[in-house]
């Protein structure tokens, strides 16, 4: 989840794809330049260990004028843990 939120922060598309799933990895990924991240605060997680293929992060990043509070999914294939999906708890 760090390093995925350190992607956004740097602008890294290539790794943000990298790092989705395959099935619901998008074809392309526009991040809005002018979006400046502020930090991120881990809330809560689940699973996601050695002995897991899955696990989630309750988050909220945090960005000049707001925050977004999500509950992301993430497995693991061939090894690596990869980003899946996530839902928004506040919505």
């Known amino acids: 989840m760090r390093s995925r939120y ?3 922060v740097t602008g890294d598309v290539a790794y943000l794809l990298r790092t989705w ?3 619901t990895r998008p074809a392309r990924l526009d991040l809005d330049p002018g979006m400046r ?3 991120l605060e881990v809330l809560d997680t ?3 260990s050695a002995f ?3 696990g989630t992060v309750t988050f909220r990043a ?3 004028g707001g925050s977004l509070h999500e ?3 993430f497995e693991r294939v061939g090894g690596a843990w ?3 999906d996530g839902e928004f708890p506040d919505e």
């Open 6 to 8: 350190s992607a956004f």
């Open 21 to 23: 799933h395959p099935d």
């Open 37 to 39: 991240w502020t930090g």
């Open 46 to 48: 689940g699973e996601g």
């Open 52 to 54: 897991h293929t899955t």
């Open 62 to 64: 945090s960005y000049r």
């Open 71 to 73: 509950r992301s999914r």
């Open 82 to 84: 990869v980003y899946v």
